[in-house]
Each structure stands twice: as structure tokens, then as C-alpha cells.
Nanobody, 110 residues
């Protein structure tokens, strides 16, 4: 099972990034996927989720700025992140609740 996240990078405050998570080894069409992040010195926290039916939910602080989505044909979930803030800095991961993938670093400069 693999859920590696891609697409991180260094952006300025107000910038955008789109993260991708290419899922393999599980029945993707029947799996919800969550996005988490971990900032330096802090615990990993929930950021967003996309269910099997495409329903989404978000951490309050990213609501309205982040959009999670999925493409079942590509076994991929996405996290579009707009109006990024320095507090969004961290390593972003995706998970199906059982397995965690390799994270991708997002750094937002002030």
C-alpha cells in the first residue's frame, strides 16, 4: 500500500500549491482519504478529508482556502491550497486511516 504525497514546495504568503496523493494497493474507489500535516515541534493534525462520495471536511483554519478532491479514474486525491499562510508550513501526509504515505514539505514564507 502506498500513499505518497507530492507537490510541496516553498511559496510566499498568499501563494498557492496543489498537493497530490497517488494511492495504490487498496480499493481506492471504496476508501476515504484524509490529509494531515505536522509542523516542526507540533503534533500531526487533521487538515482535510474526502470521502468515497466526494464529501469533504476541513480544519477550521483552512476552511475556504483549501479544497480537497479526488479522481477515482487516477486513484489520486488532491489538496488545492490557496492564500497560504506561514502557519500552514509543515509536512503534509495523506492516509486512508490505516496506512500513511510519505509526506511532502510545504513552507510558506512571510
Amino acid at each position: 500500500v502506498q500513499l505518497p504525497a507530492f507537490g510541496g514546495g516553498l511559496v510566499q504568503t498568499g501563494g498557492s500549491l496543489r498537493l497530490s496523493c497517488a494511492v495504490s494497493g487498496i480499493d481506492f474507489s471504496n476508501s476515504g482519504v484524509d490529509w494531515y500535516r505536522q509542523a516542526p515541534g507540533k503534533q500531526r493534525e487533521f487538515v482535510a478529508m474526502v470521502t468515497v462520495t466526494g464529501h469533504t471536511d476541513y480544519l477550521d483554519s483552512v476552511q475556504g482556502r483549501f479544497t480537497a478532491s479526488r479522481d477515482n479514474a487516477k486513484n489520486t486525491v488532491y489538496l488545492q491550497m490557496n492564500n497560504l499562510k506561514p502557519e500552514d508550513t509543515g509536512v503534509y501526509y495523506c492516509t486512508n486511516g490505516c496506512y500513511w504515505g510519505k509526506g511532502t514539505q510545504v513552507t510558506v514564507s512571510s
